[in-house]
Nanobody, 126 residues
Framework: QVQLVESGGGLVQAGGSLRLSCAAS????????MGWFRQAPGKEREFVGT????????AYADSVKIRFTISRDNAKNTVYLQMNSLKPEDTAVYYC???????????????????WGQGTQVTVSS
């Protein structure tokens, strides 16, 4: 069982940076593939990035590749999303998610994730 709480969102000007954190509780955290997703008003939830259980492998949406970096610190039960060179189109509520520990691979698909945080708002002004 994994419970997730996001933090670090806020208002930033275009070109700025933010680091989102997702604090997890539960012994299975280091056995869980993690993902970040985002949803803008009136739009479908979209994939942002994912990271393997070990933190060795990652994958990103093309729209954020190079600009965003996902990482994790299993000792702190925390996954991060470092966002640089932010654009107004990055404005959204950002969610972290965890797959069931039963599954061992990264995924770009929201339906593959079992546990979700409440989200944190990121607003990028022009």
């Amino acid at each position: 069982q994994v419970q997730l709480v996001e933090s670090g969102g806020g208002l930033v000007q275009a070109g700025g940076s933010l680091r989102l954190s997702c604090a997890a509780s539960g012994r299975a955290f280091d056995s869980s593939t993690m993902g970040w997703f985002r949803q803008a008003p009136g739009k479908e939830r979209e994939f942002v990035g994912t990271i393997s259980r070990s933190g060795i492998t990652t994958a990103y949406a093309d729209s954020v590749k190079i600009r965003f970096t996902i990482s994790r610190d299993n000792a702190k039960n925390t996954v991060y999303l470092q966002m640089n060179s932010l654009k107004p189109e990055d404005t959204a509520v950002y969610y972290c998610a965890a797959r069931s520990p039963y599954f061992t691979t990264i995924s770009r698909t929201s339906n593959d994730y079992t546990y979700w945080g409440q989200g944190t708002q990121v607003t990028v002004s022009s």
